[in-house]
Nanobody, 113 residues
Framework: VQLVESGGGLVQPGGSLRLSCAAS????????MSWYRQAPGKERELVAE????????NYADSVKGRFTISRDNAKNTVYLQMNILKPEDTAMYYC???????WGQGTQVTVSS
């Protein structure tokens, strides 16, 4: 299993970023996919998840209405569109399948003025 996250960066509060996660080594279209994040000194937390066909999504309360998870099964890729970013969204972001497998390297998101 290989998961390669990208798209992070430094953005001002209120800005947007789109994260991507390219997956390989498993049958992507059969798995629920998820995004997690981990801020310094905090535990890793679930941000969003999407069912195998994309018909069901679930979000942490802290990101509802601001983040949107989506997937392209033809490209074995899951996305996280993040809008109205806040400083408290600063973290390393990771994708994973459900059930959880190994973790990728993550992509850093920093929200700061």
């Amino acid at each position: 299993v290989q998961l390669v996250e990208s798209g992070g960066g430094l953005v001002q509060p209120g800005g947007s970023l789109r994260l991507s996660c390219a997956a390989s080594g498993f049958t992507f279209s059969r798995y629920t996919m998820s995004w997690y994040r981990q801020a310094p000194g905090k535990e890793r937390e679930l941000v969003a998840e999407i069912s195998s066909a994309g018909g069901y999504t679930n979000y942490a309360d802290s990101v509802k209405g601001r983040f949107t998870i989506s997937r392209d099964n033809a490209k074995n890729t899951v996305y996280l569109q993040m809008n109205i970013l806040k400083p408290e969204d600063t973290a390393m972001y990771y994708c994973n399948k459900i059930p959880l497998g190994g973790w990728g390297q993550g992509t850093q998101v920093t929200v700061s003025s």
